[in-house]
Antibody, heavy 121, light 116 residues
Framework: EVQLVQSGAEVKKSGESLRISCKAS????????IAWVRQMPGKGLEWMGN????????RYSASFQGQVTMSADKSISTAYLHWSSLKASDTAMYFC??????????????WGQGTLVTVSS | DIVVTQSPDSLAVSLGERATITCRSS????????????LAWYQQKPGQPPRLLIY???TRESGVPDRFSGSGSGTDFTLTINSLQAEDVATYYC????????????FGGGTKVEIK
């Protein structure tokens, strides 16, 4: 069974750094893109970017380029989303997601449960 | 970037009746070489991640009840929920995934479906 299990909720202050995780199981982690999706409080879904764990190739949405860093550790089947300096506007729920099949990168059958990040100023 | 617009923002439907949500993309998401529309629909309930309902505009995901159906092509798409059930109360999102990122997939603003 494919599972994506995300790290727990975080409460941070502006300017602090943060890394959240998404641990995959039930499939070959190396061969499927992992995407990150933001959902601000009461708002819709925004695609942030994705990473291919096999070679750590990353693709970012223009809105998030330079704002976050995506990485992956194949040895423990875990993807990460990292901020070097958080802002209050980063307060949101963050989801990781996996495409339905290895040859389809754009629509997502599998989702993590979400990680709530709260940043106070 | 492809902009995806959903309507209405919210919808109240009686149990057993039909709900219809429309989605329009700012440019065609039909890839002519394979005749596929790069459009998906998701359902999200409060406190849960999104759930994939439909991909390729009309292919139902495994396990999704057949009262959910998707149609349309090019720039105009529809999600229909026949015989609305109480468990269908949720927010529904369409998403285009045409082309390789960047810019990447984009979602519509969502349609909240409630019981009348």
């Amino acid at each position: 069974e494919v599972q994506l299990v995300q790290s727990g909720a975080e409460v941070k202050k502006s300017g602090e750094s943060l890394r959240i995780s998404c641990k995959a199981s039930g499939y070959n982690f190396d061969t499927y893109w992992i995407a990150w999706v933001r959902q601000m409080p009461g708002k819709g879904l925004e695609w942030m970017g994705n990473i291919y764990p096999g070679d750590s190739e990353t693709r970012y949405s223009a809105s998030f380029q330079g704002q976050v860093t995506m990485s992956a550790d194949k040895s423990i089947s875990t993807a990460y989303l990292h901020w070097s300096s958080l802002k209050a506007s980063d307060t949101a729920m963050y989801f990781c997601a996996r495409p339905r099949s290895f040859d389809s990168t754009g629509y997502y059958s599998y989702w993590g449960q979400g990680t709530l990040v709260t940043v106070s100023s | 970037d492809i902009v995806v617009t959903q309507s209405p923002d919210s919808l109240a439907v009686s149990l057993g009746e039909r709900a219809t949500i429309t989605c329009r993309s700012s440019q065609s998401v039909l890839y002519t070489s394979n005749n596929k529309n790069y459009l998906a629909w998701y359902q999200q309930k409060p406190g849960q991640p999104p759930r994939l309902l439909i991909y390729w505009a009309s292919t139902r995901e495994s396990g999704v009840p057949d009262r959910f159906s998707g149609s349309g092509s090019g720039t105009d798409f529809t999600l229909t929920i026949n015989s609305l059930q109480a468990e269908d109360v949720a927010t529904y999102y369409c998403q285009q995934y045409y082309g390789n990122p960047p810019p990447g997939p984009t979602f519509g603003g969502g349609t909240k479906v409630e019981i009348k």
